[in-house]
């Protein structure tokens, strides 16, 4: 059993940054692929980025690239989200989750483990 709890939303100024954190318990941390979701009001939900559970390989959605990075930190059981050049259509509740394998989790279907969200607003 992984539990996920998603930090550092908030409100931001287009152009700014921020960091998310999700912490996970659970011994087994390390041996899932982890990623980020996110949701706009009124739309669905999204994928956001991922990585392998060594670290090793990344992947992000088109409207991310280059401006978000994904990382984690296995002694420490947490997965980050580092927001670069916000843009008032990246506001969303932003979700982390935990799966396999790896491309599963890329596509949404092969998520177990799913947090409850951060809310980030970015303001024009």
């Known amino acids: 059993q992984v539990q996920l709890v998603e930090s550092g939303g908030g409100l931001v100024q287009a152009g700014g940054s921020l960091r998310l954190s999700c912490a996970a318990s659970?011994?087994?941390?390390?041996?899932?692929?982890m990623g980020w979701f996110r949701q706009a009001p009124g739309k669905e939900r999204e994928f956001v980025a991922a990585?392998?559970?060594?670290?090793?390989?990344?992947d992000y959605a088109d409207s991310v690239k280059g401006r978000f990075t994904i990382s984690r930190d296995n002694a420490k059981n947490t997965v980050y989200l580092q927001m670069n050049s916000l843009k008032p259509e990246d506001t969303a509740v932003y979700c982390c989750?935990?799966?396999?394998?790896?491309?599963?989790?890329?596509?949404?279907?092969?998520?177990?483990?799913w947090g409850k969200g951060t809310l980030v607003t970015v303001s024009s």
């Open positions: 989750a935990a799966g396999n394998p790896y491309s599963a989790v890329v596509y949404g279907y092969g998520v177990a483990y």
């Open positions: 990585i392998t559970w060594t670290g090793s390989s990344t």
């Open positions: 659970g011994r087994t941390f390390s041996t899932y692929a």
